[in-house]
Structure formats: structure tokens, C-alpha cells
């Protein structure tokens, strides 16, 4: 499993916004919208698990705007 910072003008090194507050009704935080293990895991992730996040975000944003 290869770690990689695998930066792109799509995807930052993180999708940390630096609001880091969890909704406990939801379980994931207000800013970022990743779980309590995603962010954890996020620095040991190899780069298709950080795929796998960025794809559920953008799911996630797209049903929020339709």
C-alpha cells in the first residue's frame, strides 16, 4: 500500500476546512463532513482510500445543492 500526498488543483492535501466541530447527530464534522476515523486515518491513508473520501464528499455535495 503506497501512502501518498497525491495533491491536485480538484483535491487539496486534506479537506480540512478548520472548522473541526462533529455533529453528533450525524457523526462527522461540520467543516469537512469526513468521520472521526477519517480524519484520524487521513495521513496513513493510502491514496485510493483518500479517492474513496473525496468521491463520497463530492456525492455528498452534489445531493446537498440539488
Known amino acids: 500500500m503506497t501512502?501518498?500526498?497525491s495533491t491536485t488543483p480538484e483535491h487539496p492535501a486534506s479537506p480540512?476546512?478548520?472548522v473541526c466541530r462533529i455533529d453528533?447527530?450525524?457523526g462527522l464534522c461540520q467543516g469537512c463532513r469526513r468521520t472521526l476515523d477519517e480524519i484520524a486515518r487521513w495521513a496513513g491513508m493510502t491514496a485510493a482510500e483518500r479517492a474513496a473520501v473525496w468521491a463520497r464528499l463530492a456525492g455528498e455535495a452534489q445531493s446537498r445543492s440539488s
Do not use: V
Open 24 to 26: 453528533e447527530a450525524t
Open 3 to 5: 501512502k501518498t500526498p
Open 16 to 18: 480540512c476546512t478548520r
